[in-house]
C-alpha cells in the first residue's frame, strides 16, 4: 500500500492510504537516506510503501520505503549537534511568519531560512502578523523589512490573524498546494491555522512575559487537509535554524541578490569578505545591498552559528 505521511511522533507515523484511510505505522528497521545523518528517518509529507502485517494476534502497518522527495526542509537539530531534523517534505511553499517583537524574528534567523528554503528549492511567503499592535515607530521598522525581502523577490504579506486581516490572501495562495507554517513559537502560527479553518481548534498559547517568547503548542509536525482545497503542515515553534551541509562558496548564491552581482567581482571564488574589487562590497558601500543580509551571510559563513537569536538589524 502506498500513502502519506501526515503526522510523526519518532516512533509512530500517521499515514493517510490512497484510498484516504489513515492508519498508525511503525518504521522497519534503519533507513539510510542518501546520507541524510537525520533524527528522524521518515518525515511529514513523505510518501510511503506499507504494509499489513501479522504480530502475533494485532495487525501492525509497518513502513517499509520511502519514496523520492520533491525537496525538503532541513535544520540542526540543537546548537552544535551534528545531526539534523527534517521538518517537512514534498513541500509546494512555506510561509514563515515573523512578529518584530513578542516574540521578536531576527533578520538573522528570517535569512537562515530563506537561505535553506533556497538551497532546497521551496519558495518562502513571509507574513508578518501581529500588525494591529505596532505603534508608529514599530510600523516603520515593519515596513523597513517588507521592502527590503520584496525588493530581493519575496513576496510579504502584512496581516493579523487573530483579527483575520488579510487572511483571504493567504487562503488563496494556499489553493491546491501543500503549505509548510514556520516560525518562532509565539508568533501566531496555530492562530492562522484556526483562521483559515476554524473547524480544525489547534492549540494556541498566550506569549511568556518573562521572556517575550511562544509556549510550545505543536509538539510534532502535522499535516491537515483543509475544506477549501489545501493541505497544510503545522510545525513546533523554532528557536534556531542552524543551516546544513553547504560549502562556504555556495552560500552567496542563495542570497539571490548577492548572486545577481557575483559575476561582477574580480574573483569568480571571491567569498564577498576581504577580496578586492568585490561587487557584493561595493554596493553595500553604495547603500544598494542590506547590511543586515551582508551580516547574516558572514555568520554563515565564519560558522557563527552559538547564537541564532542575534538581533544583527538593531546594530544598523
Avoid at 8 to 22: C, I, L, N, P
Avoid at 101 to 109: I, V
Avoid at 117 to 131: G, R, S, T
Avoid at 222 to 249: C, H, N, Q, W
Amino acid at each position: 500500500m502506498q500513502g502519506t505521511v501526515y503526522k510523526s511522533t519518532g516512533s509512530w507515523y500517521t499515514v493517510k492510504s490512497e484510498d484516504a484511510d489513515f492508519y498508525e505505522c511503525r518504521i522497519k528497521g534503519k533507513f539510510r537516506i542518501k546520507g541524510i545523518k537525520s533524527t528522524n528517518p521518515v518525515a511529514v509529507g513523505d510518501e510511503v510503501v506499507f504494509d499489513l502485517q501479522k504480530i502475533g494476534d494485532e495487525t501492525v502497518a509497518v513502513i517499509s520505503e520511502i519514496k523520492e522527495r520533491k525537496n525538503y526542509i532541513i535544520r540542526k537539530s540543537v546548537n552544535l549537534s551534528k545531526q539534523t531534523h527534517i521538518i517537512a517534505t514534498n513541500l509546494d511553499q512555506v510561509f514563515l511568519l515573523i512578529t518584530l517583537n513578542n516574540p521578536p524574528t531576527f533578520t538573522s534567523f528570517i535569512d537562515r531560512f530563506l537561505v535553506t528554503a533556497e538551497a532546497y528549492d521551496i519558495p518562502v511567503v513571509l507574513l508578518f502578523n501581529k500588525m494591529d499592535g505596532y505603534d508608529e515607530d514599530e510600523m516603520v521598522e515593519v515596513n523597513y523589512l517588507v521592502q527590503l525581502y520584496r525588493s530581493i523577490g519575496y513576496p510579504c504579506l502584512e496581516i493579523a490573524a487573530k483579527e483575520g486581516t488579510n487572511v483571504e490572501q493567504v487562503r488563496e495562495l494556499m489553493l491546491d498546494k501543500t503549505s509548510m507554517f514556520a516560525g518562532h513559537s509565539g508568533v501566531g502560527k496555530s492562530t492562522l491555522v484556526n483562521a483559515l479553518e476554524p473547524g480544525l481548534k489547534l492549540k494556541t498559547a498566550e506569549i511568556s512575559e518573562q521572556h517575550l517568547q511562544g509556549q510550545h503548542t505543536t509538539t510534532f509536525a502535522e499535516m491537515y487537509d483543509l475544506s477549501f482545497g489545501a493541505r497544510i503542515i503545522d510545525t513546533p515553534g523554532i528557536k534556531g535554524f542552524g543551516i546544513v551541509d553547504m560549502e562556504e562558496d555556495e552560500i552567496g548564491d542563495y542570497f539571490p541578490e548577492f548572486f545577481k552581482l557575483k559575476s561582477e567581482c574580480k574573483f569568480n571564488n571571491c567569498l564577498h569578505l576581504d577580496e578586492p574589487k568585490c561587487a557584493i562590497k561595493n554596493a553595500l558601500e553604495n547603500n544598494e545591498l542590506a547590511w543586515s543580509r551582508y551580516r547574516s551571510y558572514v555568520q554563515m559563513i565564519t560558522g557563527e552559528e552559538e547564537n541564532y537569536r542575534t538581533d544583527i538589524y538593531k546594530e544598523r
